[in-house]
């Protein structure tokens, strides 16, 4: 059998065999995430005051040790013309500005308590009752944005072999790896490959002053988000300075990983089954190829609802949906919670005498999913204190603050 | 090994994985709409603007690459905003939860500025307009015409065999080889991508009731190199549900078609957030000792199963069967009597998760009801 062949079984066997496993259905439960710097109680209103984009450099992504560029068979390539720096011109980030303003606009009407007054600047709906200016909070959005895209080619070097089928899979192996190794090396005969590499780099500033005198709310909130990705072509090269490039990759772009890809979509799969609805509505029904390129517009959404999502969470109470981690505690409690019945799970907890860490956690974890966000952290509290180093309670606890 | 072969693997034993679990009848569930919009009845369809409309084409050959951008004029440009709208009127007008008008009033108004600045003037009333709902689009679209290149073993197999020689019979002891060449795969693909803002003003008093900002991309490609095995997976869990309607993925949607399935997926989502909406719901049956019920159960007569599940818990309970009961009562939304059967089942075998889940259902239902009971009432009413 040949190698390919038996990797397609394997793979095969694999899913069949996971997707049998996972009859449990997995829990998820609505998370909710405390503002970071809440506004004040009686601001009940915003109004999207200004939406500008401008010009200028865009600062690059953090290094939190990713290490260097570094692509199998050596240190990545720079292409020609290098790119060393995200600088801002006037019209992408005009453009992408109201890319922006819609995607606030969606995170605020759908996440946070705040009513909107307008979704566009210069306009108001000034018609029956309307607030007091006191409670009306000032938006105002800067944008800067940087895109590039490059459709070109490159020499990819090809080293062809003629290989006997009557030797064994060691030397097979081995003659495998060496061409590999001559390959990244340069040896072979070059060929002219085409490949098309799209980035993007964008920065808003986000200030919110109240309405009635101008007041700064909160110091203005910077956000940045990039994106960066190429198709064909060699995977080491790139027209990015390696080093960003793999800041990006490891900082914003982790959902792009081939195995988190299929793991996704095998959950994508289930829902297809369970609740048609819900997978049209998502649109998860689209064809979705990831070999074809994204585009400039795909890109510019994802990197304006990434900094519009921070932004909200920075100033407004959210949720969103998150896998529910158990710990082995009280076995009914746990069964409790695993079936979604958290009212039932807190009854059943209470009535125990003598709450272990992982019971109180439970218990905490049942709050949460309840919306009871105080009594959550008491428990959570509680089970920090009879087990200090226990990483999942600590995790939750950082979602209470 | 064919790639159709793997990508309908793939989707099959996710099937199965998911029916083979346990038998799961569908219950129809109403949820409430995601923001309350109970106090609007009656609704206007303003203009969808256009943000931006780019649509291109490209071709690669041996590396080197030509495009050709497609103009829209701006009225080609109003007639795709107006087909998006078309598609989110009709899932609209699809619901029995508001009553879409046409007026001419807000049709003419060139954008969503001058709908809020019209809205805004002091006194403002139209007669059975409660709200309006208005958009905008961006599109983008890119066709490219390209090649792929891979180097492909191809097997060069020559028996080995006995010939007539000079002197006598002589040996060829043949040759089985793989000679590598690098083989140029042309391909086809496109890609689509709609942003669709899409809101629902309240007229009276002036606010933006609902704002949903959503984009939804169309990723195709038909030949090119064979794909790795992980990507043929992959494909084939995605494109399982056109699999099974016989949609064999090998022509490329035109810019219509595009158009249409996106706004369609864009608009689903938007009616979801604002309408109150029906789902159905597979909900797993205990493998209980009333064959019969359970049967009945999967064909909807839930009455009968009823009977049938209380006469054989009346003197000797079996949870599983008591849990049956629950479902039966959930599905004719008896959520009072559903919840009575679960703790039942529950209080016997209390490390059991599916009767939590009998629960942990009718606790959601019991949390959303006061919401879905004032938008339901507010439609009674009117």
Request: glycine share 8%; aromatic share 8%; proline share 4%.
């Amino acid at each position: 059998m040949s190698s390919r062949l038996w990797l397609v079984r394997q793979g095969v066997f694999l899913l069949v065999f996971g997707s049998l496993l996972g009859c449990a259905p997995k829990v998820t439960f609505q998370v909710q995430r405390v503002a970071e710097t809440p506004l004040p109680p009686v601001i009940r209103f915003l109004t999207i005051a200004q939406v500008s984009g401008s010009a200028g450099e865009i600062a690059q992504p953090q290094d939190q040790g990713e290490g260097g560029g570094f692509s199998f068979g050596g240190k990545a390539q720079q292409l020609s013309p290098e790119v060393n720096a995200f600088v801002a011109r006037p019209e992408p980030s005009e453009a992408t500005a109201d890319l922006v303003r819609a995607a606030m606009v969606d995170a605020l009407s759908t996440q946070s308590s705040l009513r909107l007054l307008n979704t566009t600047p210069d306009s108001s709906l000034l018609n029956g009752s309307q607030p007091d200016a006191v409670e009306v909070a000032a938006l105002t959005i800067e944008v800067r944005y940087n895109t590039a895209q490059f459709l070109k080619r490159e020499q990819i070097a090809y080293l062809v072999m003629v290989e006997n089928k009557g030797t064994t899979w060691e030397q097979q192996l081995l003659a495998k790896t060496g061409t590999m190794i001559a390959e990244s090396g340069g040896a072979g005969f070059d060929v002219p490959v085409g490949y098309v590499e799209r980035f993007a780099a964008l920065e808003a500033t986000f200030t919110l002053t109240r309405k009635s005198d101008g007041a700064l709310l909160l110091p203005p909130q910077t956000f940045r988000s990039y994106y960066v990705r190429k198709w064909g072509g060699s995977r080491g090269s790139t027209h990015l300075a390696p080093k960003i490039r793999t800041r990006i990759q490891a900082q914003f772009q982790q959902d792009e990983s081939t195995l988190d890809a299929l793991l996704a979509e095998i959950d994508v799969a289930e829902l297809a089954a369970q609740d048609p609805d819900e997978y049209l509505a998502r649109g998860l029904h689209l064809r979705r190829d990831a070999r074809v390129p994204r585009l400039p517009l795909e890109i510019q959404v994802r990197l304006a609802k990434e900094v519009s999502r921070r932004f909200l969470q920075t100033i407004s109470d959210t949720s969103e949906t998150a896998a529910l981690k158990l710990l082995s505690g009280d076995a009914v409690a746990g069964a409790l919670m695993q079936g979604n019945a958290y009212e039932d799970a807190i009854a059943w907890l209470l009535g125990v005498d003598s709450r272990g860490a992982e019971d109180e956690y439970l218990l905490g974890l049942a709050y949460e999913a309840t919306g009871q966000l105080r009594q959550a952290r008491i428990h959570y509290e509680a089970a920090q204190r009879l087990d200090s180093g226990n990483s999942v309670i600590q995790e939750a606890l950082q979602r209470m603050r | 090994m064919n790639s159709r072969f793997v990508q309908k693997i793939a989707w099959i034993s996710v099937l199965l994985g998911v029916v083979a679990c346990a038998p799961a009848p569908l219950l129809t569930m109403q949820t409430p709409a995601e923001i309350d919009t109970s106090q609007i009845q009656t609704v206007a369809v303003g203009r969808f603007e256009v943000g931006r409309v780019y649509v291109v084409r490209r071709a690669e050959r041996e590396g080197i690459w030509e495009a050709h951008e497609i103009f829209f004029s701006p009225e080609q440009q109003d007639a795709i905003a107006r087909t998006v709208r078309a598609r989110v009127v009709n899932l609209l007008t699809a619901t029995p939860y508001f009553r879409v008008v046409f007026t001419e009033e807000f049709e003419r108004l060139e954008n969503d500025a001058a709908l809020q600045e019209l809205i805004s003037v002091q006194g403002y009333t139209t007669a059975d307009v409660d709200a309006v709902i208005s958009g905008k689009i961006w599109l983008e679209a890119e066709r490219i015409d390209g090649l792929d290149l891979s180097k492909e073993d191809l097997e060069y197999f020559n028996p080995p065999r006995a010939y007539r020689s000079y002197g006598g019979y002589r040996e060829d002891p043949g040759l089985n080889l793989n000679v590598q060449q690098v083989v140029w795969w042309p391909y086809k693909s496109v890609r689509g991508t709609l942003g669709l803002e899409i809101k629902l003003t309240q007229l009276t008093p002036g606010r933006v009731v609902a704002s949903t900002f959503a984009t939804r991309s169309y990723a195709q490609r038909i030949g090119g190199k064979p794909a790795s095995v992980l990507d043929q997976l992959t494909a084939g869990l995605q494109a399982g549900p056109q699999l099974a309607a016989g949609d064999s993925g090998l022509v490329l949607p035109s810019l219509d078609q595009l158009v249409a399935e996106l706004s369609v997926s864009i608009a689903a989502r938007f009616v979801k957030r604002v309408s109150l909406s029906e789902r159905r719901v597979p909900v797993p049956l205990a493998a209980g000792s009333n064959a019969t019920a359970q049967l009945l159960i999967e064909v909807g007569a839930y009455q009968l199963a009823i009977e049938q599940l209380q006469q054989a818990t009346a003197n000797a309970p079996d949870p599983n069967d008591l849990y049956n009961l629950g479902v039966c009562f959930e599905a004719l939304g008896d959520y009072g009597l559903a919840l009575t059967s679960y703790r039942e089942a529950w209080e016997k075998d209390r490390e059991n998760v599916l009767f939590a889940q009998g629960i942990g259902r009718v606790e959601r239902i019991r949390r959303e009801l006061p919401q879905l009971r004032r938008q339901t009432r507010s439609r009674e009413e009117s």
